[in-house]
């Protein structure tokens, strides 16, 4: 079984500002992980992907995960938030098999203060 | 064009209609996926196929159906929809490796 969790339903930072989102997850197998980003009326896009390769994953638009085995965490960070990274984020836990589909967290909502 | 595509976009029913929303897809995958989104609960796994004789039920499949009529289709039913399917429905795609799925853009469902 799989699972992940956001740790934060919200943030909120300034423009310009660094952020920060956090992600724990769970898994019985070497778990692929991803974050996707979902803009207001928009589908899903795919933001960046681990896959047991570089522990450090740059993304789209800056953004870039540390995989960290020993603390089960995917956090995703930019160094400096634009007014367009508000969005709904959510983080991603998929096993190697493939089985079970994808596991989402519930998501984080960012919010750019101007 | 895009690559998944989903019909309709928008659809407003009513408690005991079934209704169908359909899937298409361009990128040659063989894994489709139904997911329905609710605020606060992220995305969660309706149903899933492997292959066009390969169905699988997902997380939250009770009062939902699937019919894999293609390699590129892939269509979720209603059979009797209530107030509590309201919500927004997506389909996505993967390859064998599942490394990524494609997303299309949505189906917002309003049961009345």
């Known amino acids: 079984a799989q699972s992940v969790t956001q740790l934060d339903s919200h943030v909120s930072v300034s423009e310009g500002t660094p952020v920060l989102l956090r992600c724990n997850y769970s898994s019985s197998y070497s778990p692929s992980l991803f974050w996707y980003v979902q803009h207001p009326n928009k589908g899903l896009q795919l933001l960046l992907k681990y896959t047991s390769a570089a522990t450090l994953v740059k993304g789209i638009n800056g953004f870039e995960a540390e995989f960290k085995k020993s603390e089960t965490s995917f956090h995703l960070t930019k160094p400096s938030a634009h007014m367009s990274d508000a969005a709904e984020y959510f983080c991603?836990?998929?096993?190697?098999?493939?089985?079970?589909?994808?596991?989402f967290g519930k998501g984080t909502h960012l919010i750019i203060q101007p | 064009d895009a690559d998944v595509t989903q019909t309709p976009r928008n659809r407003i029913t009513k408690t005991g209609k079934r209704i169908m929303l359909e899937c298409s897809q361009t990128k040659g995958h063989d894994r489709m996926y139904w997911y329905r989104q609710d605020p606060g609960l992220g995305l969660r796994l309706i149903y899933y196929s492997f292959d066009v004789k390969d169905i699988n039920k997902g997380e939250i499949s009770d009062g939902y159906s699937v019919s894999r009529q293609a390699q590129a289709k892939f269509s979720l039913s209603l059979e009797s929809a209530i107030p509590n399917q309201t919500a927004l429905y997506f389909c996505?795609?993967?390859?064998?490796?599942?490394?990524?799925?494609?997303f299309g853009p949505g189906t917002r469902l309003l049961v009345l």
């Open positions: 991603v836990v998929s096993d190697w098999r493939g089985a079970d589909g994808l596991t």
């Open positions: 996505a795609t993967s390859d064998w490796t599942q490394e990524t799925q494609y």
